[in-house]
Protein backbone atom coordinates (compact mmCIF):
# COMPACT_ATOMS: atom_id res chain seq x y z
CA UNK A 1 0.00 0.00 0.00
CA UNK A 2 1.24 3.31 -0.72
CA UNK A 3 0.16 7.17 0.61
CA UNK A 4 -0.93 9.31 -1.38
CA UNK A 5 2.21 11.31 -1.23
CA UNK A 6 3.96 8.00 -2.51
CA UNK A 7 1.68 8.01 -5.53
CA UNK A 8 2.54 11.53 -6.62
CA UNK A 9 6.19 10.98 -6.40
CA UNK A 10 7.09 8.13 -8.34
CA UNK A 11 4.77 8.57 -11.14
CA UNK A 12 6.49 12.33 -11.07
CA UNK A 13 9.57 10.72 -11.63
CA UNK A 14 8.83 8.11 -14.39
CA UNK A 15 7.32 10.89 -16.05
CA UNK A 16 10.93 12.49 -15.17
CA UNK A 17 8.82 15.98 -14.09
CA UNK A 18 10.05 18.35 -11.85
CA UNK A 19 7.85 19.42 -8.78
CA UNK A 20 7.53 23.41 -10.97
CA UNK A 21 6.78 21.14 -13.95
CA UNK A 22 4.44 19.01 -12.63
CA UNK A 23 2.99 22.06 -11.28
CA UNK A 24 2.96 23.79 -14.82
CA UNK A 25 1.23 21.12 -16.60
CA UNK A 26 -1.39 21.51 -13.67
CA UNK A 27 -1.48 24.83 -14.38
CA UNK A 28 -1.81 24.92 -18.12
CA UNK A 29 -5.07 22.08 -17.09
CA UNK A 30 -6.83 24.60 -15.13
CA UNK A 31 -5.61 23.08 -11.72
CA UNK A 32 -4.17 25.97 -9.95
CA UNK A 33 -1.31 24.48 -7.75
CA UNK A 34 2.13 25.53 -6.66
CA UNK A 35 5.19 23.44 -6.10
CA UNK A 36 5.51 24.14 -2.69
CA UNK A 37 2.03 22.27 -2.47
CA UNK A 38 3.32 19.52 -4.46
CA UNK A 39 6.77 19.07 -2.33
CA UNK A 40 4.26 18.95 1.02
CA UNK A 41 2.15 16.25 -0.13
CA UNK A 42 5.32 14.24 -1.55
CA UNK A 43 6.34 14.10 2.15
CA UNK A 44 2.68 13.85 3.32
CA UNK A 45 2.73 16.34 5.53
CA UNK A 46 -0.71 17.55 3.47
CA UNK A 47 -2.65 16.10 1.26
CA UNK A 48 -4.33 17.59 -2.21
CA UNK A 49 -8.15 17.68 -2.46
CA UNK A 50 -10.17 14.59 -3.77
CA UNK A 51 -10.45 16.72 -7.24
CA UNK A 52 -6.81 17.45 -7.37
CA UNK A 53 -5.41 14.14 -6.61
CA UNK A 54 -7.63 12.52 -9.38
CA UNK A 55 -6.41 15.41 -11.72
CA UNK A 56 -3.03 14.05 -11.14
CA UNK A 57 -3.91 10.60 -11.75
CA UNK A 58 -5.26 11.54 -15.15
CA UNK A 59 -1.94 13.18 -16.32
CA UNK A 60 0.05 10.34 -14.59
CA UNK A 61 -2.37 7.62 -17.24
CA UNK A 62 -3.19 5.77 -14.12
CA UNK A 63 -5.72 3.25 -14.72
CA UNK A 64 -7.04 2.03 -11.99
CA UNK A 65 -6.41 4.36 -8.72
CA UNK A 66 -7.39 1.91 -6.40
CA UNK A 67 -5.23 -0.44 -7.27
CA UNK A 68 -2.63 2.13 -7.51
CA UNK A 69 -3.04 2.92 -3.68
CA UNK A 70 -4.04 -0.67 -2.26
CA UNK A 71 -1.48 -2.65 -4.68
CA UNK A 72 -4.82 -4.48 -5.96
CA UNK A 73 -8.38 -3.47 -6.27
CA UNK A 74 -10.76 -5.62 -4.41
CA UNK A 75 -13.41 -5.29 -6.66
CA UNK A 76 -11.64 -5.94 -9.60
CA UNK A 77 -13.17 -8.85 -11.45
CA UNK A 78 -10.40 -11.92 -12.45
CA UNK A 79 -10.12 -12.31 -16.24
CA UNK A 80 -12.03 -15.32 -16.97
CA UNK A 81 -9.93 -16.18 -20.37
CA UNK A 82 -6.86 -16.87 -17.92
CA UNK A 83 -8.09 -20.28 -17.07
CA UNK A 84 -8.51 -21.10 -21.15
CA UNK A 85 -5.99 -22.90 -23.11
CA UNK A 86 -4.74 -20.68 -26.49
CA UNK A 87 -7.14 -22.16 -28.59
CA UNK A 88 -9.86 -21.63 -25.82
CA UNK A 89 -8.91 -17.79 -26.14
CA UNK A 90 -8.55 -17.99 -29.49
CA UNK A 91 -12.64 -18.86 -29.64
CA UNK A 92 -14.04 -16.34 -27.48
CA UNK A 93 -12.10 -13.53 -29.57
CA UNK A 94 -13.72 -15.17 -32.40
CA UNK A 95 -16.93 -15.00 -30.43
CA UNK A 96 -16.19 -11.34 -29.10
CA UNK A 97 -15.32 -10.06 -32.69
CA UNK A 98 -19.03 -11.31 -33.62
CA UNK A 99 -20.68 -9.74 -30.51
CA UNK A 100 -19.25 -6.37 -31.71
CA UNK A 101 -19.75 -6.74 -35.12
CA UNK A 102 -23.52 -7.30 -34.62
CA UNK A 103 -23.69 -4.22 -32.33
CA UNK A 104 -26.83 -5.71 -30.88
CA UNK A 105 -25.27 -5.81 -27.36
CA UNK A 106 -23.32 -1.93 -27.80
CA UNK A 107 -23.30 0.05 -24.41
CA UNK A 108 -25.24 2.85 -24.85
CA UNK A 109 -22.83 6.28 -25.46
CA UNK A 110 -22.99 7.65 -21.58
CA UNK A 111 -23.54 11.64 -22.23
CA UNK A 112 -21.04 13.93 -21.52
CA UNK A 113 -22.04 16.57 -19.65
CA UNK A 114 -19.35 19.18 -19.86
CA UNK A 115 -17.75 20.87 -16.54
CA UNK A 116 -18.89 24.78 -16.42
CA UNK A 117 -16.11 26.81 -14.98
CA UNK A 118 -17.03 29.38 -12.63
CA UNK A 119 -15.24 32.95 -10.98
CA UNK A 120 -15.01 32.58 -7.45
CA UNK A 121 -13.10 35.45 -5.45
CA UNK A 122 -9.90 33.76 -4.09
CA UNK A 123 -8.27 35.95 -1.30
CA UNK A 124 -4.82 37.00 -1.55
CA UNK A 125 -3.97 36.85 2.40
CA UNK A 126 -4.87 36.21 5.42
CA UNK A 127 -3.14 39.58 6.89
CA UNK A 128 -5.97 41.66 4.56
CA UNK A 129 -8.51 40.31 7.18
CA UNK A 130 -7.44 42.72 10.00
CA UNK A 131 -10.36 44.91 9.86
CA UNK A 132 -12.48 41.80 10.39
CA UNK A 133 -14.32 42.42 6.95
CA UNK A 134 -12.22 41.51 4.52
CA UNK A 135 -14.94 39.57 2.65
CA UNK A 136 -16.06 43.70 1.60
CA UNK A 137 -12.76 44.69 0.89
CA UNK A 138 -10.85 44.77 -2.23
CA UNK A 139 -7.51 42.14 -2.02
CA UNK A 140 -8.78 39.89 -3.77
CA UNK A 141 -8.86 38.20 -7.63
CA UNK A 142 -11.04 36.65 -9.14
CA UNK A 143 -10.09 32.87 -9.69
CA UNK A 144 -11.87 30.66 -12.42
CA UNK A 145 -12.51 27.54 -10.55
CA UNK A 146 -12.63 24.22 -12.39
CA UNK A 147 -13.31 20.84 -10.58
CA UNK A 148 -10.06 20.85 -8.00
CA UNK A 149 -12.88 23.37 -6.23
CA UNK A 150 -15.28 22.09 -4.32
CA UNK A 151 -18.90 23.09 -5.43
CA UNK A 152 -19.50 24.28 -2.25
CA UNK A 153 -17.21 26.65 -1.72
CA UNK A 154 -18.42 30.86 -2.07
CA UNK A 155 -14.63 32.00 -1.61
CA UNK A 156 -10.71 31.16 -1.06
CA UNK A 157 -8.02 32.62 1.36
CA UNK A 158 -4.47 31.92 0.62
CA UNK A 159 -3.04 31.44 4.22
CA UNK A 160 -0.31 32.57 5.96
CA UNK A 161 1.92 30.73 8.91
CA UNK A 162 2.54 27.39 9.65
CA UNK A 163 -0.22 27.11 12.23
CA UNK A 164 -2.69 24.77 10.67
CA UNK A 165 -0.15 22.38 9.50
CA UNK A 166 0.31 19.34 8.62
CA UNK A 167 -3.26 19.57 6.82
CA UNK A 168 -2.62 23.28 5.44
CA UNK A 169 0.67 24.78 4.61
CA UNK A 170 2.53 28.41 4.42
CA UNK A 171 0.64 30.26 1.25
CA UNK A 172 -1.92 27.04 0.22
CA UNK A 173 -5.37 27.81 -0.74
CA UNK A 174 -8.32 27.02 1.03
CA UNK A 175 -11.65 27.18 -0.55
CA UNK A 176 -14.41 28.27 2.11
CA UNK A 177 -18.47 27.84 2.04
CA UNK A 178 -19.84 31.03 3.94
CA UNK A 179 -21.75 30.80 6.88
CA UNK A 180 -21.55 32.62 10.28
CA UNK A 181 -21.89 29.69 12.19
CA UNK A 182 -20.30 25.94 12.89
CA UNK A 183 -20.18 23.10 14.70
CA UNK A 184 -18.16 21.74 17.32
CA UNK A 185 -15.02 20.58 15.69
CA UNK A 186 -15.29 22.34 12.13
CA UNK A 187 -11.96 24.58 10.13
CA UNK A 188 -13.60 27.51 9.57
CA UNK A 189 -12.55 31.46 8.68
CA UNK A 190 -12.86 33.55 11.84
CA UNK A 191 -12.40 37.24 12.77
CA UNK A 192 -11.15 37.07 16.86
CA UNK A 193 -10.73 40.55 18.11
CA UNK A 194 -9.85 42.53 14.50
CA UNK A 195 -7.68 39.83 13.27
CA UNK A 196 -8.12 36.71 10.47
CA UNK A 197 -7.56 33.29 11.60
CA UNK A 198 -7.91 29.44 9.79
CA UNK A 199 -8.70 27.43 13.10
CA UNK A 200 -10.72 24.65 14.32
CA UNK A 201 -13.27 25.39 16.25
CA UNK A 202 -13.11 23.37 19.97
CA UNK A 203 -16.74 24.39 21.95
CA UNK A 204 -17.68 21.93 24.71
CA UNK A 205 -17.34 22.13 28.60
CA UNK A 206 -14.42 23.86 28.96
CA UNK A 207 -15.52 26.62 26.67
CA UNK A 208 -14.93 27.82 23.42
CA UNK A 209 -11.55 27.58 21.99
CA UNK A 210 -9.68 28.16 18.27
CA UNK A 211 -7.45 25.21 17.94
CA UNK A 212 -4.31 25.37 16.05
CA UNK A 213 -3.58 21.31 13.93
CA UNK A 214 0.43 22.77 14.74
CA UNK A 215 0.94 21.36 18.36
CA UNK A 216 3.19 24.43 18.35
CA UNK A 217 0.45 26.99 18.85
CA UNK A 218 -1.73 27.18 22.13
CA UNK A 219 -5.47 26.98 21.91
CA UNK A 220 -6.91 30.78 21.84
CA UNK A 221 -9.57 30.58 24.35
CA UNK A 222 -12.73 32.92 23.20
CA UNK A 223 -14.05 34.79 25.92
CA UNK A 224 -17.17 36.31 26.81
CA UNK A 225 -15.84 39.87 25.88
CA UNK A 226 -14.38 38.91 22.82
CA UNK A 227 -15.54 39.63 19.50
CA UNK A 228 -16.08 36.75 17.29
CA UNK A 229 -16.99 36.46 13.96
CA UNK A 230 -17.62 33.79 11.25
CA UNK A 231 -17.06 34.44 8.00
CA UNK A 232 -17.09 30.46 6.70
CA UNK A 233 -16.83 26.69 7.30
CA UNK A 234 -13.09 25.06 5.12
CA UNK A 235 -14.24 22.65 2.36
CA UNK A 236 -11.34 22.15 0.54
Not at 114 to 120: A, L, Q, S, T
Amino acid sequence: MQTVGQIIANNRRKLKLTQQQLAEVMNGRGIKVKHKSISAWEKDTSEPSVETFLAMCQIFEIPDVMEEYLGHNPFKQSDPASALNEEGRKKLREYLDLLLASHLYDKPAAEVIPFERRKIKLFREMASAGTGNFLDGEEYEWYEAGIEVPAEADFGVRLSGDSMEPRFVNHQVVWVHQQDTLANGEIGIFCLNGSAYCKKLQDDADGAFLISLNPQYPPMKIHDADSLKIFGRVVG
